[in-house]
């Protein structure tokens, strides 16, 4: 079965760290792009970052970048994102999700893992 | 940043009715345009790629269209399941930005 699974999330103060991670299985990892897209509460999905199946390309969305970094490792079938300098407006689930061959429709989504920033 | 937009924000329609939804790009994207379904508390599903191409495993009921900025999804039936959010997501060029989604109720 494809399947994706993230973890890490949890609650943090305002200027912490938290690292989420993605285990992916029943596909090869390897081939495939990657994105992390986010989705606050009551609010619409937002992407983050997307990381290229050589680890090549890296992009984010200009809220994030300096603060955030998003890499994998395709030994072990895992996607990460290492989230720094955190704000109250990160909050938000957090889902890791696969990009399709045709177009980037991301075609695989997992279950999502929660960041609340708060004091 | 290419913005896109949906309308209508939201919806009531029955089972049976045939719903409609469009996506605007701020600039062409192709067909570079892809659909989602969420429902409460559970992750995005991809119902339509490259602007009109079905997902595996997508009832046919299902459908896309357009190319350039203007882009439509379309429901031929709707069924108890399909009362969700979608939302439309460009894949032109990053940021990969997502449209604010059309809530889809029961009426």
């Known amino acids: 079965e494809v399947q994706l699974v993230e973890s890490g999330g949890g609650l943090v103060k305002p200027g912490g760290s938290l690292r989420l991670s993605c285990a992916a299985s029943?596909?090869?990892?390897?081939?495939?792009?990657m994105n992390w897209v986010r989705q606050a509460p009551g609010k619409g999905l937002e992407w983050v970052s997307s990381?290229?199946?050589?680890?090549?390309?890296?992009y984010y969305v200009d809220s994030v970048k300096g603060r955030f970094t998003i890499s994998r490792d395709n030994a072990k079938n895992s996607l990460f994102l290492q989230m720094n300098s955190l704000r109250a407006e990160d909050t938000a689930v957090y889902y890791c999700a696969r990009a399709g061959a045709v177009n980037y429709g991301m075609d695989v989504w997992g279950q999502g893992t929660t960041v609340t920033v708060s004091s | 940043d290419i913005q896109v937009t949906q309308s209508p924000s939201s919806l009531s329609a029955s089972v049976g009715d045939r719903v409609t939804i469009t996506c605007r790009a701020s600039?062409?994207?192709?067909?570079?345009l892809n659909w989602y379904l969420q429902k409460p508390g559970k992750a995005p599903k991809l119902l339509i790629y490259?602007?009109?191409s079905l997902q595996s495993g997508v009832p046919s009921r299902f459908s896309g269209s357009g190319s350039g900025t203007d882009f439509t999804l379309t429901i031929s039936s709707l069924q108890p399941e399909d009362f969700a959010t979608y939302y439309c997501q460009q894949s032109y060029s990053t940021p990969f930005t997502f449209g604010p989604g059309t809530k889809v109720d029961i009426k």
């Open positions: 029943g596909f090869t990892f390897s081939n495939y792009d």
């Open positions: 490259a602007a009109s």
């Open positions: 990381i290229s199946s050589s680890n090549r390309y890296i």
């Open positions: 600039q062409s994207i192709g067909r570079y």
